[in-house]
């Protein structure tokens, strides 16, 4: 993660920002607020 705790982009697949972060067991944590809505905004 280019030596940051955590880092934000934009998802491509539905232009929505998630972030990606190092947690404190060692492993990767995904935030992506959206989780699994359908791309034209209704929900699933």
Do not use: K, Q
Not at 23 to 38: F, K, L, Q, S, Y
Request: proline residues 5%.
């Amino acid at each position: 993660l280019a030596n940051l705790p955590a880092m934000m982009f934009r998802n491509r697949a539905h232009g929505g920002l998630n972030m990606v972060y190092h947690r404190g067991d060692g492993h990767i944590g995904w935030v992506d607020p959206r989780g699994n809505r359908a791309a034209d905004g209704e929900d699933s």
